[in-house]
C-alpha cells in the first residue's frame, strides 16, 4: 500500500502564510501527478493545485498568485506553500497522488487522511 502523510496544516490570520507538507510512504514504484485538494464545510471537494511529474502545475483561480505546489520525486514528497491566506481558503486540505506499488502494478489514486487550514482572526 501507499500512504499519503500530511503535516503543517493549523490556525492563521488573515494574510498569514503556512506550508503543507505531504510523503508518501510504503511500497512506492512511481508517482505521476500529485496535487493538493480542499473541502469546505457544507461545500464540494475542490481541487487546489496539481502537479506533474516534471513540476508544470496548475492552480485554481481562487488560489493564483497565493498558493504555490511543489514536489520532490526523490523524497516522494509534494508541498503547498500558501501565501495570503484569506478566511475562505478555511478547509480541510488533502493530498493527492495516482501512483503505482511495482512496476508491475497499475497506476490507482491516493489520498491522504486531510489536515485543518483555519484562517480566522
Do not use: H
Not at 50 to 60: G, L
Amino acid at each position: 500500500q501507499v500512504q499519503l502523510v500530511e503535516s503543517g496544516g493549523g490556525l492563521v490570520q488573515p494574510g498569514g502564510s503556512l506550508r503543507l507538507s505531504c510523503a508518501a510512504s510504503g511500497s512506492v514504484f512511481a508517482i505521476i501527478n500529485m496535487a493538493w485538494y480542499r473541502q469546505a464545510p457544507g461545500k464540494q471537494r475542490e481541487l487546489v493545485a496539481a502537479i506533474t511529474p516534471n513540476s508544470v502545475s496548475n492552480y485554481a483561480d481562487s488560489v493564483k498568485g497565493r498558493f504555490t505546489i511543489s514536489r520532490d520525486n526523490a523524497k516522494n514528497t509534494v508541498a503547498l506553500q500558501m501565501d495570503s491566506l484569506k478566511p475562505e481558503d478555511t478547509a480541510v486540505y488533502s493530498c493527492f497522488a495516482r501512483a503505482a506499488q511495482y512496476y508491475t502494478s497499475a497506476f490507482r489514486d491516493y489520498w491522504g487522511q486531510g489536515t485543518q487550514v483555519t484562517v480566522s482572526s
